[in-house]
């Protein structure tokens, strides 16, 4: 049994049946699999993405991976063309030729004091892996596992999280074949900066075969390029607001109306301004809309995990009304989709049992435990949170006949596009 102390609130978890896989937390993954009891992420992503086209998502947040990546894609491309290729191309040996290149990043400024590693994957990983041999893995013929930093570095490394960013975006597809025509543009922009050209040229040839050896891996190039956070962000602005959609439609809207040095920007307010300068505001207004109900359904059910042991007669009906009254029809979604079919599952809540009944059907379905359920009429929580019952009461009481005024809990990507914006414009932050 774990318990955790966040602020003034405690929170007691009882163990599930898997351990982390993971040899490093992924904390976008555990929203997804662990918090997201309702399922709502599903939701409210469906209507971000409406805006960002799939170009950015929870994970895609460093502009330096973003160039790392795209750098090490346009390095393989070119190795293709000439004909250079250490082995012939599949999808295993490119995401193994991938994982090696982000570690060379790693390895470049593992001893310097000047290296910022935040954002890379492996980095924390490296230095123990490192200690005692001193040597990286450079063999490609070993299997991927042994090249990589993290477990499963090839899903979960850069390419691995960028890699539904770059394909949106029309770079290639899921077996990395190369749009020649993107990747004249990202010629264009490495080739035509000294330091990034000099760093592909040293880069090209130690990998096409050419001096391959630890010791000649140019990690004075690399360093000088990618060993700072922002190092080479505003040079690649322009093209990064181009294929990111940052300079058209919703996208632009939004990305100019973040303030990229305010955390605590006001979401509403946001979306609302958004909505009033964009074209039409649809998608903005669909955001306004969907946001205090999807707000308000996660707080009802975290209101009931501190409910153990209350009869689910004692509970005040009149708390679902704003969950009852909303029209999830309301939205134009293609008719069988999974984002229809969730809110068709929504649409059925109209009582404390069944959403509970919902909630457990949503965690067999992930072949999870369920949080909570009814025993003999009373609600049994397998998750217990020690908080105030009547703050949470009081709230909802007070917010059930004016959604309007909820706190919003769900930022539909802004948080994604304010750190892309500051790393983007650094110079002026």
Known sequence: MNIIKKGDTMTMILPLKRANVFTEEDTELSKVFNADALGLQMIWTYFGQKIYKHKINSTTFDVRSFNINLFNHFLLHTLEREGKLPYPKNRENYEKLLVLLENLVVWSGQDREDFESKGLSGASNAKNKWANNKKINIDISAKVKELELVKDQHIYGINGRYKGSFMSIGFFDSEYQYDEQMMQGVEKLILGHSDIKALYEKTFNWLSGENRSVENIPTDAYMKVFGKVNAISAYTKEFWLKHLGFDTGDAKVFYELVDKNDKQQDLKALFEEAAEKSEDGKNFENILKIEPVLAYLEGLFEYILLLDGKEISEIDSSLFQPIKDFNFRQFDLDEGSTVAVRLDAILKIHDIKSLIS????????????????????????????????????????????????????????????????????????
């Open 358 to 429: 919902y909630h457990i059907e949503l965690m067999h379905q992930r072949d999870k435990l369920p949080w909570v359920e009814i025993k003999d009429e009373k609600i049994k929580v397998l998750m217990i949170k020690y908080n105030n019952v009547n703050v949470y009461e009081n709230y909802l009481n007070d917010k059930k006949d004016d959604l309007e005024s909820i706190d919003w809990k769900h930022d539909y990507y802004k948080g994604i596009v304010r750190q892309i914006k500051g790393s983007l414009e650094y110079e002026t932050v």
